[in-house]
Nanobody, 125 residues
C-alpha cells in the first residue's frame, strides 16, 4: 500500500528556515516522479517543486533560489529545504507521487495519484 507521510512543518518568523520530510512506503522514492505542493484555505493546490527519477528538479518561480527539493533513495525520504521564508509561504504543504506517465517535470495536481496528509507551515512577519 502506497503511503506518504509528511513532517517538519511549524511556525517560524520571516527569514527563517524549515526542512520538510516525506516518508515513503509502498514504493521506492527513487523510482517515481515526486513533488511538493502547498495549499491555502479555499484555494487550489500549487505545485512548488518536483524531482524526477534522475534527480532533475523544477521549481515554481515564487520559490526559486529559496527552496530545494531532494530525496534520499536509500532512506526512501523526500525533502523540501526552505530558507528565507516569507509570510506568503504560509500554507499546508503536501508531498505527492506519480506512478504513471506524466508530462515532463509537471507541477499540475491532476498528474499525481498519491498524496500525503500535509504538514502546516506558518511564517509570521
Amino acid at each position: 500500500q502506497v503511503q506518504l507521510t509528511e513532517s517538519g512543518g511549524g511556525s517560524v518568523q520571516t527569514g527563517g528556515s524549515l526542512r520538510l520530510s516525506c516518508a515513503v512506503s509502498g514504493f521506492t522514492a527513487g523510482s517515481v516522479f515526486m513533488a511538493w505542493f502547498r495549499q491555502l484555505p479555499g484555494k487550489e493546490r500549487e505545485g512548488v517543486a518536483a524531482i524526477d527519477r534522475d534527480g532533475r528538479t523544477r521549481y515554481a518561480d515564487s520559490v526559486k533560489g529559496r527552496f530545494t527539493i531532494s530525496k534520499d533513495n536509500a532512506g526512501n525520504v523526500l525533502y523540501l529545504q526552505m530558507i528565507s521564508l516569507e509570510p506568503e509561504d504560509t500554507a499546508m504543504y503536501y508531498c505527492a507521487a506519480s506512478s504513471g506517465i506524466v508530462p515532463i517535470m509537471t507541477l499540475l495536481e491532476p498528474d499525481f495519484d498519491s498524496w500525503g496528509q500535509g504538514t502546516q507551515v506558518t511564517v509570521s512577519s
